[in-house]
């Protein structure tokens, strides 16, 4: 017995199993259950996935307010990583056949690096939630989790009027494109202008300052692809923008100096 228990301490000890990239649908997943590792009250449902094909599933109620589920570890993580899913909300009467206009009602992603602890990310609201039948790709950035083997977490939570199910399919967790050669190798240059709230939450105006008066500074703004998303003309030393940025991971110029700002 001695013996036994002495080879067994000597057996390494394994924490979790380890997904990634992550790249599931949910139809081969038998309805009423949820792929292995993962856990809550949502379920795989029929026809509640995209093409009518099986998705996971939550029915939030003004007498069952939330509904979650969480994900296996997914893990570790490369730099430049990016979530993506698919999402709609639909009225419980004759589904699918009313769509949902959303008041204080909110389905919000989390992640956690214990699976005890999960901070919000990433999430939908009546300011940037379109009413419709068909789901809506959402693509979120998670640079800045290099190494980290996580769980994510979707939560739906009601707020008002009628009952309505949460349908979520086609989840990917996966290598994102990096910036060009020349815009990654200049992200690190000394920032001699300033930018803040960074992290911004969408919506939100961007303060900019820089360290003495110049008559002019033309300031543009570039996704991680090195496309130009917009352009701002600022007199003096200091200026408030709104450049109306979705969320993800841009790159602020002022002539040859840039400075990363992430959108929540």
């Not at 919000?108 to 602890?117: E, P």
Request: net charge negative.
């Amino acid at each position: 017995m001695k013996l036994l228990i002495a080879l067994l301490c000597a057996l390494p000890v394994v924490l979790h199993a380890q997904n990634y990239p992550l790249d599931i649908g949910f139809s081969n997943v038998l309805s009423g259950q949820l792929p292995t590792g993962w856990n809550g009250d949502m379920a795989v449902m029929n026809y509640h996935g995209l093409n009518d094909d099986k998705g996971i599933s939550g029915l939030i109620s003004g007498g069952d307010k939330e509904d979650s589920v969480v994900t296996d570890w997914v893990g570790p993580l490369d730099d430049y990583i990016q979530i993506i899913f698919w999402y709609r909300l639909v009225d419980e009467l004759i589904y699918p056949s009313t769509e949902k206009n959303l008041t204080t009602d909110k389905l919000v992603l989390s992640m956690s690096d214990d699976g005890l602890n999960f901070s919000p990310i990433y999430t939908i609201d009546s300011t940037n939630h379109l009413a419709s039948l068909n789901f809506k790709k959402i693509d979120f950035n998670l640079s800045g989790h290099q190494g980290e083997t996580v769980k994510f977490k979707f939560w739906a939570r009601h707020g008002k009027g009628s009952s309505y199910y949460v349908d979520i399919d086609s989840i990917k967790v996966r290598k994102d494109f990096p910036p060009p050669a020349g815009l990654q190798s200049s992200l690190n240059a000394e920032p001699f202008f300033t930018l803040f709230p960074n992290p911004v939450t969408q919506g939100q105006a961007l303060n900019l300052r820089f360290p003495k008066t110049v008559f002019q500074h033309v300031v543009s703004i570039y996704n991680l692809m090195g496309e130009k998303i917009g352009t701002h003309t600022i007199n003096g030393d200091a200026a408030t923008i709104s450049p109306g940025l979705l969320p993800g991971i841009y790159v602020v110029t002022d002539e040859n100096l840039r400075k990363k700002i992430v959108v929540q």
